[in-house]
Every structure is written in structure tokens, then in C-alpha cells.
């Protein structure tokens, strides 16, 4: 049975070095960027799992060590605070971040990217419902944003030309920057 109890000191010293990353993780998370907290990218997804598994680790693993833990949960945030940065590159910004889609064009739903971004209709019809819109016909664009939300532009909108929607629909994938110019 004693792979089920421990000694209180054993346990007293992973209660301790829980405190410790769980006090770490926070300081590190409170200095770094609002985003990390925000929606993610793939690189806030990829540093929450690792930071979350150094704490997990450093907490219950009796061979490793708080310092050892906190140098390697510092170190990732300070990585993953050098990648966002990096991100402001363009070059290095196509490598880490998804790029927008138009998902709906002018009332049509545009299939083909909708299986790059690895949804079916029935997803994306889900999201719209969610947002109020119950017929496709009455959208001008659905934009499926880098962060995973979507911008929906009504076709009446007055406002569908603003230089927001345009550059969306200039940096997105997969749809030519002529056909938005025409549609504009």
C-alpha cells in the first residue's frame, strides 16, 4: 500500500513546491502579455500545455526539484514572450499564426476552406446561429479570424467596405485580392 500513502514529509514537500510553481507560474503569467490569456494561437496553446505539465511535473515528481522547475517554467515564458514578439515579423508571423479565411462570400459558403480550416458546415452553420444569423444569404463576408473567431459582415452593412474588413480580406488565404476589390 505504499503506492497509495505517503510519509506527511513527502507530502508536505509537494504541497510546497505546488505553492511555489503555482506562485511562479502566476508571477511569470502577470508579467508577460495580456494574450497569453486572451484567445489563443498556437503558440499560446503549445506554452500553456508545457508550462502545465512543468508544474504538474515539478509539483509531484520527487526527483525534481523547485529550482529546477522554475528555471524551466521562466525559460518557457520568456520563449514564448521572444516568439510573440518575433511574431511581428511578417515571414516569421506566416510561420506561427493561422492566416484569416473567408469562410462565406457574398451568401455562399466557400467549402473548400472551410475544410482548411478543418470545419464542416454544420460547424460553421452552429457558430452563425450562435451569433444571431439564421440565413446565409443575408452576409456579405464571414471572416474566420487567426485567433478562431469569426467576423460576420451583413450584406446591408453599410460599413462592409471599411478599411478593417478590407484588410482582412487582403491578408486572408485563399481568397484573390481582385475578387474582394470587385465585391467592394
Known amino acids: 500500500m505504499s503506492?497509495?500513502?505517503?510519509?506527511?514529509?513527502?507530502?508536505?514537500?509537494?504541497?510546497?513546491?505546488?505553492?511555489?510553481?503555482?506562485?511562479?507560474?502566476?508571477?511569470?503569467?502577470?508579467?508577460?502579455e495580456r494574450r497569453t490569456l486572451a484567445q489563443w494561437t498556437a503558440i499560446d496553446f503549445a506554452a500553456a500545455v508545457a508550462i502545465g505539465a512543468i508544474i504538474g511535473r515539478t509539483a509531484v515528481a520527487s526527483t525534481q526539484t523547485y529550482a529546477i522547475g522554475a528555471v524551466a517554467l521562466v525559460s518557457l515564458l520568456l520563449l514564448h514572450r521572444l516568439t510573440s514578439l518575433a511574431r511581428f515579423q511578417p515571414l516569421f508571423g506566416r510561420l506561427t499564426d493561422h492566416r484569416v479565411r473567408v469562410l462565406v462570400a457574398d451568401g455562399h459558403l466557400r467549402r473548400d476552406q472551410l475544410r482548411r480550416c478543418g470545419l464542416t458546415d454544420d460547424d460553421l452553420l452552429?457558430?452563425?446561429?450562435?451569433?444571431?444569423?439564421?440565413?446565409?444569404?443575408?452576409?456579405?463576408?464571414?471572416?474566420?479570424?487567426?485567433?478562431?473567431?469569426?467576423?460576420?459582415?451583413?450584406?446591408?452593412?453599410?460599413?462592409?467596405?471599411s478599411d478593417l474588413v478590407d484588410a482582412g480580406l487582403r491578408s486572408s488565404a485563399g481568397f484573390p485580392?481582385?475578387?474582394?476589390?470587385r465585391q467592394n
Open 126 to 161: 452552429a457558430q452563425l446561429r450562435q451569433h444571431g444569423v439564421f440565413d446565409l444569404h443575408t452576409l456579405k463576408y464571414v471572416l474566420y479570424e487567426a485567433t478562431g473567431g469569426l467576423t460576420i459582415v451583413p450584406e446591408n452593412d453599410q460599413h462592409h467596405a
Open 3 to 32: 503506492w497509495l500513502t505517503s510519509s506527511w514529509s513527502d507530502l508536505g514537500i509537494t504541497a510546497g513546491k505546488a505553492v511555489l510553481m503555482y506562485a511562479t507560474a502566476l508571477v511569470g503569467l502577470r508579467l508577460g
Open 177 to 181: 485580392i481582385d475578387q474582394a476589390q
